[in-house]
């Protein structure tokens, strides 16, 4: 059995560059499995650093934007093989700069990324929140060849223009994921020369492990009779510790060759180019009036809309629906009647009651919507 350390992060390239030390050492069995945590975290607790299989290089919690948050079980096999596909496919390992949390498992994997290419990360200074001008800064002062960035950082970044954007073209590849993308931002990036990649992924899967709809090598993608996004193979985690409910342990599978599996909350459907596209969370789908309504379709027809930069879509408790759609969005001089109007002809039933204009979405992790914050705006608790 192997030890399990605290390494605390507060957005310092020092904390990270101890973090990423203590990684690489449990990587190589050097060391200690290691817990992250950032600023705020609770004290861990004596189950969360009770000793781990000699496998396990890092114990990782996960945001806990649907649910509880759990401690995942990361073997130093599947964190390897989630940084040597990530490589394999975007070309010859290099330098990454670190512009995430790197208590999370995506921030993670940028040090444990450039550790395996043989150079420490370039880390931004987090300690303020997330700066446009201090991202150009320290991309440009690193030289490196790759970063990650969660959609609210991107568009941060194609509105500053100028020294940012310039430093995000620079990049041999930007990974984007953390949350559902607005099409129309990626458009924008990549007419203005961004190399950017969508990523797909979990805690559970040592972070993205689908590019651009389409597995990396060793992850195996399949989708279920109802649509629900299972996945297996080298970068799947051993599982969560600690007391688990039953979907929990139900959540991994050990296929006949030893493979490891996940099964994920997601829906998902092949695309007619044969790419993955997810379609969002199961148990966010909204049931109105008998029909089955995914928020994501919702959130595509509002974000198709002039001036809209961001949406989220919630159901609340209706008497007579079962459930009332409601969105939330950020933009410029929006009006919510109008935007209603406008989406209502191509979404039918589907379309919002009420629309909400915020000044920013609640956010919760390193970037995903606070739906629950969503439905405490619009006056309701309850998942629907």
């Not at 995430?100 to 940028?110: I, W, Y």
């Not at 009779?225 to 051993?238: H, K, P, Y």
Request: glycine share 12%; with cysteine.
């Amino acid at each position: 059995m192997r030890a399990v350390e605290t390494v605390p992060t507060d957005g310092s390239p020092d904390a990270a560059a101890r973090l990423g030390a203590a990684a690489l050492a449990a990587l190589e069995g050097d060391g200690p499995a290691v817990l992250p945590t950032g600023p705020g975290d609770p004290a861990p607790t004596a189950d969360l650093l009770a000793p781990v299989d000699d496998a396990v290089a890092a114990v990782v919690t996960t945001t806990g934007s649907t649910g509880a948050p759990k401690a995942v079980l990361l073997p130093a096999d599947a964190l390897r093989a989630s940084a040597d596909a990530t490589h394999a496919r975007l070309g010859p390992p290099g330098r990454w700069l670190l512009a995430l949390p790197a208590h999370h498992v995506a921030g993670l994997q940028v040090l444990l990324r450039s550790a395996r290419a043989g150079v420490p990360a370039a880390v931004m200074d987090l300690r303020e929140g997330f700066r446009a001008e201090a991202f150009a800064e320290a991309a440009t002062r690193s030289g490196a060849a790759y970063t990650s960035l969660v959609p609210t950082q991107l568009l941060r970044l194609l509105d500053a223009g100028g020294p940012a954007l310039e430093a995000l073209r620079r990049f041999t590849a930007v990974l984007l994921g953390g949350a559902a993308a607005d099409p129309t931002v990626l458009e924008r990036a990549r007419a203005a020369g961004v190399r950017l990649v969508t990523t797909y992924g979990m805690s559970e899967t040592c972070g993205g492990c689908v590019y651009d709809g389409r597995p990396l090598d060793g992850v195996a993608v399949t989708l279920e009779e109802d649509g629900r996004i299972r996945l297996g193979g080298a970068t799947v985690a051993a599982g969560y510790r600690g007391a688990m409910s039953q979907a929990d342990r139900a959540a991994f599978t050990d296929g006949a060759d030893g493979s490891r599996g996940f099964r994920t909350n997601d829906l998902g459907a092949w695309n007619e180019d044969g790419r993955l596209e997810v379609l969002g969370r199961a148990d966010d789908v909204i049931v109105t009036g008998g029909e089955k309504v995914a928020p994501a379709t919702v959130e595509r027809a509002l974000l198709a809309q002039a001036g809209v930069r961001e949406a989220c879509v919630v159901g609340l408790p209706d008497p007579e629906w079962g459930s009332r759609i409601v969105a939330a969005v950020v933009g410029d001089g929006l009006d919510p009647d109008a935007l209603r109007a406008a989406v209502a002809p191509g979404l039918g039933r589907a379309a919002p009651r009420s629309v909400a204009v915020l000044d920013a979405l609640p956010l919760r992790g390193i970037g995903k919507p606070d739906r629950s914050a969503v439905r405490a705006h619009f006056g309701g608790s309850e998942r629907t």
